[in-house]
């Protein structure tokens, strides 16, 4: 599968962006989809996971209850709705599939990956 990431840009502290994440060649459904991000001199971390058929979420603390993960599997793309963004939030962000299983937040666990969206959060 491929993904495509978008929906990155500049935003004021306190605003909202979305990304989004399109899948080609194979069913978004068959992934479980993880959302990571990675600062300048700072590790790759996990932000958030939706399992296949969205029923299931998972949060790093850092983001929870402002950033939302989702999926419509009709048209074959993921979200990541985040909210009450902050300076800190400012990464390049990635979204992951895997193979639908158990939820993981190790990106090394992560097949297929998004080439990656600038989010920009000016204070």
């Known amino acids: 599968v491929q993904l495509q990431a978008s929906g990155g840009g500049l935003v004021q502290a306190g605003g909202s962006l979305s990304l989004s994440c399109e899948a080609s060649?194979?069913?978004?459904?068959?992934?479980?989809m993880g959302w990571f991000r990675q600062a300048p001199g700072k590790e790759r971390e996990f932000v958030g996971a939706?399992?296949?058929?969205?029923?299931?979420?998972k949060y790093a603390d850092s983001v929870k209850g402002r950033f939302t993960a989702s999926r419509d599997n009709g048209k074959n793309t993921a979200y990541l709705q985040m909210s009450s963004l902050k300076p800190e939030d400012t990464a390049v962000y990635y979204c992951?599939?895997?193979?639908?299983?158990?939820?993981?937040?190790?990106?090394?666990?992560?097949?297929?990956w998004g080439q990656g969206t600038q989010v920009t959060v000016s204070s």
């Open positions: 992951a599939a895997r193979t639908m299983g158990i939820m993981v937040t190790e990106g090394a666990r992560y097949n297929y």
């Open positions: 939706v399992n296949w058929s969205g029923a299931v979420k």
């Open positions: 060649g194979r069913p978004l459904s068959s992934y479980d």
